[in-house]
């Protein structure tokens, strides 16, 4: 009896602090920037898409020339999501009412 309970304390500490120890994890992600130029006012028609190298493409299954061949936004996030990749955020810029609308979007996939 007097060396289970200390057996039992050991085994309870150990617990405690491996449950610590994987509760506190940082996730790490790679993240990925495209840039999409968009006709004004057109729905999501996409004028050109543009990916530049990115440490994050390599050893991926995404490739740049596959992302910049789409036309359409919603297809580029279909292809993204299907690579599992996580919309992240989007940003525009918008000059005028008849310029091109420049947006990033950003992707991210867990390491």
Same mark, same amino acid.
């Given at each position: ?8 304390? %050991?085994?309870?500490?150990? #617990?405690? %602090? ?10 790490? @992600?790679?993240?990925?920037?495209? #840039? ?7 729905? *999501? ?13 390599? *050893? ?18 279909? @292809? ?32």
């Amino acid at each position: 009896m007097k060396k289970i309970i200390p057996n039992l304390l %050991v085994f309870v500490f150990i #617990i405690f %602090v491996v449950n610590t120890a994987v509760s506190q994890e940082i996730v790490k @992600y790679d993240y990925l920037e495209v #840039i999409v130029v968009q006709k004004a006012n057109n729905r *999501g028609k996409v004028k050109r898409i543009r990916v530049e190298e990115q440490t994050s493409l390599v *050893g991926k299954t995404i490739s740049i020339d596959e992302m910049e061949d789409i036309k359409e936004t919603s297809t580029l996030l279909n @292809y993204m999501n299907a690579a599992n990749w996580e919309f992240f955020d989007r940003k525009a810029i918008v000059s005028d009412d008849n310029d091109p609308v420049w947006m990033s979007y950003f992707f991210r996939k867990q390491k």
